[in-house]
């Protein structure tokens, strides 16, 4: 098993930036790849990125395409997320995933989850 810890949400203006911070611990965290998820009050959880363990390939959803980038550093066990020009529609509790396997967009499809970080836009 792996049990995964979000970190570095907060309260933001609109147009600023956050870098949220997801480490794990348990088995070896190299080899599973990472997906960030956020849900928004009243929604269901969306799909906002990805990093896979062997070939570092990221994707992103549309919405955040541009603004946001994943990154990893395996020797600190931990999958980054920068978010830059943030607005209000990225008002969320941001969670990270893993999957030794899937490296997709589905969040059916991961085995592990941390608890969530809020994060605020204001604008």
């Known amino acids: 098993q792996v049990q995964l810890v979000e970190s570095g949400g907060g309260l933001v203006q609109a147009g600023g930036s956050l870098r949220l911070s997801c480490t794990a611990s348990?088995?070896?965290?190299?080899?599973?790849?990472i997906g960030w998820f956020r849900q928004a009050p009243g929604k269901a959880r969306e799909f906002v990125a990805v990093?896979?363990?062997?070939?570092?390939?990221?994707g992103y959803a549309d919405s955040v395409k541009g603004r946001f980038t994943i990154s990893r550093d395996n020797a600190k066990n931990t999958v980054y997320l920068q978010m830059n020009s943030l607005g209000p529609e990225d008002t969320a509790v941001y969670y990270c995933?893993?999957?030794?396997?899937?490296?997709?967009?589905?969040?059916?499809?991961?085995?592990?989850w941390g608890q969530g970080t809020q994060v605020t836009v204001s604008s």
């Open positions: 348990g088995r070896t965290f190299s080899i599973y790849n």
């Open positions: 995933a893993a999957d030794q396997r899937y490296s997709g967009s589905s969040s059916y499809e991961y085995d592990y």
């Open positions: 990093i896979s363990w062997i070939t570092r390939n990221t």
